[in-house]
C-alpha cells in the first residue's frame, strides 16, 4: 500500500461501480454526461447553493489520487475536462467556471477515487466560501443539468 492511499481494503467505489452498473440515488446512469475510452463525466450528486450542475470528471480505472495517475489517464480527464468546462460555459447561462481536484484528506478529498470538479461560476457567488453550504441533490434536479450538457457535448454516454 502507498503511504498516499487512504481507502479501505472493502471500499465500495461509487466511480466504478457506475460504470458496472451498481446505482443507487447519487450514482445514477441519468448522471452520466460523456464516456472516452479512459475518462467519463457525470453531473455531481452535491451541489454548493448557487453552482447546480456542476461536474465531476473521472478516470475510467480506478486510481485513488494524482500522485498515482499515470499519464495517459491524466491527458484523458484533462482533455474530457476542458470540453466538459466549454460545454458548462456554453449551455449553462453562467459567466465562468472554476476546477478543483483534492488529494488525500488533508487536501480535502472524501472519495477514494480521483475525480476532477468542474463548477459553473457566477460573479460574486463565493463558491469557496460556501463548502460547508453543499448539499445532495435529487436525481430529478440533477436531470435538466445533465440532459442539457450531453446535447451540447454530443459525446457517447455508455460504457460500451
Not at 473521472?58 to 468546462?85: F, K, M
Not at 434536479?141 to 451540447?152: I, K, W
Request: glycine share 6%; aromatic share 10%.
Amino acid at each position: 500500500m502507498s503511504p498516499t492511499t487512504h481507502e479501505p481494503a472493502d471500499y465500495p467505489c461509487p466511480f466504478c461501480d457506475i460504470q458496472q452498473g451498481v446505482f443507487n440515488e447519487r450514482n445514477l446512469p441519468s448522471d452520466i454526461v460523456a464516456v472516452t475510452q479512459r475518462a467519463y463525466a457525470r453531473i455531481a450528486p452535491k451541489w454548493w447553493p448557487v453552482n447546480p450542475g456542476a461536474v465531476l470528471v473521472i478516470p475510467r480505472t480506478h486510481v485513488e489520487n494524482l500522485y498515482d495517475l499515470s499519464p495517459a489517464d491524466g491527458q484523458a480527464v484533462w482533455d474530457l475536462t476542458q470540453r466538459v468546462a466549454v460545454g458548462i460555459r456554453s449551455s449553462y447561462g453562467c459567466e465562468g467556471t472554476s476546477i478543483r481536484q483534492h488529494n488525500e484528506p488533508a487536501g480535502g478529498q472524501d472519495v477514494w477515487h480521483l475525480h476532477v470538479h468542474v463548477f459553473p461560476r457566477h460573479a460574486n457567488d463565493r463558491l469557496y466560501q460556501r463548502q460547508d453550504e453543499a448539499r445532495w441533490v435529487a436525481p430529478e434536479a440533477r436531470a435538466p443539468f445533465a440532459q442539457r450538457l450531453r446535447e451540447q457535448l454530443g459525446m457517447p454516454t455508455t460504457f460500451d
